[in-house]
């Protein structure tokens, strides 16, 4: 039996490594309910599938294959497979393998009816519901699992939460057959579906229909059971908006339902019950015009989980646009000014220092090509980060995407003249987009970065993941983590991937920090790594790499006064001065 890991990517659930999506756990734990042994199931990523040629080694008798993604991205810790790979992978098994049986879910069940008709023709199955309660099925039935298989007749039913609350702890042994494992994210899911009753344009969420929470007592078995898998690092992503985490959904007020702090006290103090040695509580999803709405549930909440989590958290926050016009024609969640008001209440709280880092920061989504867009959309957008950094607010990041249409959603079905004629690709309108994305870039996301992250800052346990043009590149795990670029010739580190390094901030760039290893070994330093050091050029670099101070003092007297970091971040020889 093998589950196949092609990552998912969706408005409430991130599935990319080090990411793991709660989707390929469920899978585990259904197999095993369904009277599969842990010991007969494998796991691959779609990465290592890459790797091996896109072959398999063995000719399972069931592969489920979870894969999808409704929202774009670029991503530093793997690759997310598309829809041609599933295709590869289905004419190698229907060419060497066939007769043997491939179930494949996840948001790739909303793919259009010319990929769903390719997939069955090469002999997969692709389950519109969830896949996990059909995986149950075929491997309980006592006819075997290819019978079973080919006596499917309907592929739309969907779980409810008493089966999820069975499979995911039964699940949690398959974190220890990632790649990645010990550092994995482990997406962890509070309810499906939108709390709004009116939805955005372009969102999928809504496809899932009307909101079912889970129950907080199963919630924290599973968390139990993963950490005592030896998992540290848990998200609560896998919600529309945390904070409608059991709501009162009688009361409704500008679309949205009342928060209950309780529910997220419960919830938050449960998770530091079961995991007390956690390295990392992050969230994922906040809506801003929640927050504005009920501004004393969302600050009680707020204040709840900057007392439970960990530092580094984000909010990410679905603003979409500044344009009064376009959130009026697409039903956006909030407004400029809500969503302003609502940056002031997560810095409120979050923005004190834990460690050096602030423990929870809001991040903003921009979505460009909707409809009611115009060339004054990006010049709203920039002017609305411009306020909130000139007063003083933080963000820990922007994401700048492209709106992608599925069908039967409200975008799907606008068919006037106007939203063609916006869409991005479009002569000057999309002039005006790349002019105001780079301006943000240069004039927003830079100095932003450096607020959050000034010089001298220290990050511990950033992950390595890959090399590129002369730098080590790496993240800490978290809540969307700054890419650190470590310079090669920085010897205070070697090149094994995944190796967790603490390194101290230098500098920054457009959208990533440079850094070199903590503490300093100044003696292990080449040319490019004592550049990085704020204030040396390259006429110091090399007097200094030709002089070689052999300790602080002397350190000082070569940079004239200026060494950037304290005298204690510094290790010279094999011993650091104090």
């Not at 999928?204 to 599973?222: D, H, M, N, S």
């Not at 302003?340 to 460009?368: D, Q, T, V, Y």
């Not at 090399?542 to 204690?568: C, D, S, W, Y």
Request: aromatic residues 8%.
């Amino acid at each position: 039996m093998l589950i196949l890991d092609f990552y998912v990517d969706e408005p409430a659930c991130f599935g990319v490594p080090p990411y793991i999506s709660p989707y390929v756990r469920y899978a585990a734990g259904a197999m095993v309910r369904g009277g599969i042994s842990q010991e007969r199931i494998r796991f691959l990523t779609v990465d290592q599938w890459r790797a091996d040629n896109k072959e398999l080694s063995d000719d399972p008798e069931l592969v489920v294959l979870i894969g999808g993604t409704t929202v774009p991205g670029k991503y530093l810790g793997g690759k997310i497979g598309t829809v041609q790979e599933i295709y590869e992978f289905l004419e190698y098994r229907k060419k060497r393998q066939r007769g043997s049986v491939t179930l494949i879910g996840g948001p790739v069940r909303f793919a259009s009816k010319e990929i769903r008709s390719r997939i069955e023709e090469l002999g997969g199955t692709l389950i519109r519901g969830d896949v996990e309660l059909y995986v149950e099925r075929v491997a309980r039935d006592p006819q075997g699992i290819r019978a079973a298989a080919a006596n499917l007749t309907h592929s739309g039913e969907r779980w409810t939460y008493a089966d999820v609350d069975r499979w995911a702890p039964a699940g949690a042994f398959l974190t220890q057959l990632h790649p990645n494992f010990p550092n994995l994210i482990l997406e962890l899911e509070t309810y499906r579906g939108c709390t709004r009753d009116v939805f955005c344009s372009f969102c999928t969420e809504a496809f899932y229909g009307k909101p079912v929470f889970r129950q907080t007592p199963p919630i924290l078995q599973e968390v139990k059971e993963l950490y005592n898998m030896g998992n540290r690092h848990f998200r609560l992503g896998r919600q529309a908006d945390l904070m409608t985490y059991l709501p009162d959904m009688n009361d409704f007020k500008n679309s949205f339902p009342r928060p209950n702090p309780t529910s997220l006290e419960n919830l938050y103090a449960g998770i530091r019950g079961v995991a007390p040695e956690l390295k990392m509580l992050h969230l994922d999803n906040i809506n801003p015009g929640l927050i504005a709405t009920f501004e004393k549930e969302a600050r009680a909440i707020t204040e709840i989980i900057c007392k439970y989590n960990t530092a580094g958290d984000t909010a990410a926050m679905g603003m979409e646009s500044a344009d009064q016009k376009v959130v009026l024609a697409n039903d956006l969640k909030s407004n400029a000014e809500e969503t302003f008001r609502a940056i002031e209440i997560i810095n409120e709280f979050g923005a004190r220092r834990e460690n050096g880092i602030p423990k929870l920061l809001p991040g903003i989504n921009l979505l460009h090509g909707l409809p009611g867009e115009s060339e004054s959309t990006f010049r709203e957008n920039f002017e609305f980060l411009k306020r909130v950094m000139d007063a003083g607010l933080l963000l820990r990041r922007i994401n700048i995407r492209q709106a992608v249409t599925f069908e039967h959603t409200k975008l799907d079905q606008i068919q006037d003249s106007s939203r063609k004629k916006q869409k991005l690709g479009a002569g000057s309108v999309e002039q005006r987009f790349i002019y105001y994305r780079d301006r943000i870039r240069r004039e927003i996301d830079h100095p932003m970065l450096l607020l959050n992250f000034p010089p001298g800052t220290i990050l511990r346990d950033v992950i390595l993941e890959s090399q590129n043009q002369g730098w080590h590149l790496g993240r800490p795990l978290g809540s969307y983590p700054v890419t650190v670029k470590i310079p090669l010739d920085d010897g205070g580190i070697s090149s094994q991937a995944g190796q967790a390094v603490d390194v101290i901030i230098t500098g920054a760039e457009e959208r990533s920090l440079t850094a070199l290893s903590y503490p300093i070994q100044f003696d292990a330093l080449g040319s490019k790594a004592i550049q990085t050091i704020p204030g040396i050029g390259k006429l110091r670099a090399e007097r200094i790499r030709q002089k070689r101070p052999a300790n602080h003092t002397e350190l000082t007297e070569t940079l004239e006064g200026t060494t950037f970091a304290r005298p204690e971040d510094y290790v010279f020889g094999s011993k650091a001065l104090v």
